[in-house]
């Protein structure tokens, strides 16, 4: 989506935390993006500055406040939470099938091989315990 980013994440470890997951992937992503803008001289990041409290000016990329984390426990609720996702563009009309959004992992679940577009990051897909 142009304005926000769906993540569905199975923890490697049972004593993973999603705080710490997402300060490590927001953290560096925001940094990027800053340095990016500041280096172009794009009007974006006048835009993204905002007065934190009085006195105080920060970049804001990331939407104040935790976002809408929630524990999926079942399979059933896994599946269509990844088709929720796939068809968050066909929704918005940004495209006309979730396979054609460049950013979806759509064609990891529904096409083989090669399914990954190149110069996004892997898709690792669902762990097999909640596959079958």
Do not use: C
Not at 24 to 46: C, H, M, N, W
Not at 52 to 73: A, C, L, M, S, T
Request: proline share 10%; net charge positive; hydrophobic share 35%.
């Amino acid at each position: 989506m142009p304005e926000h980013v769906h993540l569905l994440v199975f923890p490697a470890e049972p004593t993973a935390r999603i705080d710490r997951l997402l300060f490590a992937i927001k953290r560096p992503f925001l940094y990027r993006v800053k340095q990016d803008l500041e280096q172009t001289g794009s009007p974006l990041l006048q835009q993204l500055t905002v007065w934190e409290r009085p006195g105080k000016k920060v970049f804001r990329f990331w939407q104040e406040g935790p976002g809408y984390d929630r524990n999926i426990i079942s399979q059933s609720a896994v599946l269509s939470t990844i088709e929720y996702i796939h068809n968050n563009p066909v929704r918005r009309g940004l495209s006309s099938s979730p396979g054609q959004w460049k950013w979806s992992s759509w064609k990891y679940y529904h096409q083989t091989p090669g399914g990954q577009v190149p110069e996004l990051p892997t898709v690792h897909g669902v762990p097999a315990t909640l596959r079958d």
